[in-house]
């Protein structure tokens, strides 16, 4: 089974700062995604950014890009500029090819100081 | 555009009586609509997967008969807790894909709390 692991609890960040949050992942499918959703205090899960296996280039938006180790099966989120608006929960997620399920990780408590 | 919404957002009972969630796809058209639990602090865990006008499929160790799933439309999936108990109490999230079928995107609605007293 695919498994999704986010060894950081909880991250902090000043704001304008730059800040990395981990993400691993366990698969033998050649076929998947991957994402970065964030669930503010409201609770709705928002997606961030998303990464398509066979492209080797790391997905970038605006702020927010990635470092996508696909050998290491390792998958990274980059904030630049952090904003206090970024504080959040974020969940990295995992899907195979052919599939509609999302595998999420525990997630990663970011907290962005002033 | 892709807007979900839940109601209720926030919901008390009683134990043993039985409520019943409302996720809908507001501005497109979902065949497939996914239920997760959230327990505080912790991830989403996949319940259910429900297509339009067929039985849902649930996950390994989430009883069927405690939390029945209907998907009448292609708006509306609902999500019935029976005979809830204080365990049930928990944040449940619907999600639901968008058409066409090769998007896979799931866009999530805004989640409805649950407390059982």
């Known amino acids: 089974a695919q498994t999704v692991t986010q060894s950081q609890p909880e991250m902090s960040v000043q704001e304008a700062e730059t800040v990395t949050l981990s993400c691993t992942y366990d698969t033998s499918e050649s076929d998947y995604y991957l994402f970065w959703y964030k669930q503010p205090p409201s609770r709705q899960m928002i997606l961030v950014i998303r990464?398509?296996?066979?492209?080797?280039q790391n997905a970038t938006e605006n702020r927010f890009s990635v470092n996508f180790q696909k050998a290491a099966k390792s998958f990274s989120l980059k904030i630049s500029d952090s904003q206090l608006g970024d504080a959040a929960m974020y969940f990295c997620?995992?899907?195979?090819?052919?599939?509609?399920?999302?595998?999420f990780g525990k997630g990663t408590k970011l907290t962005v100081n002033p | 555009g892709a807007v979900v919404s839940q109601h209720p957002s926030w919901v008390i009972c009683k134990s043993g009586t039985s409520v019943k969630i409302e996720c809908r796809s507001l501005?497109?058209?979902?065949?497939?609509m996914f239920w997760y639990r959230q327990f505080p602090k912790q991830s989403l865990m996949l319940m259910a997967t429900s297509n339009e006008g067929s039985k849902a499929t649930y996950e390994q160790g989430v009883e069927k008969d405690k939390f029945l799933i209907n998907h009448a439309s292609l708006t509306l999936s609902t999500l019935t807790v029976t005979s809830a108990h204080p365990e049930d109490s928990s944040f449940y999230i619907c999600?639901?894909?968008?058409?066409?079928?090769?998007?896979?995107?799931?866009?999530f609605g805004p989640g409805t709390r649950l407390t059982v007293t």
């Open positions: 990464q398509e296996a066979y492209k080797q």
């Open positions: 999600s639901a894909r968008d058409r066409p079928l090769l998007t896979y995107e799931q866009y």
């Open positions: 501005d497109f058209q979902a065949t497939t």
């Open positions: 997620a995992y899907r195979r090819g052919g599939s509609e399920k999302l595998v």
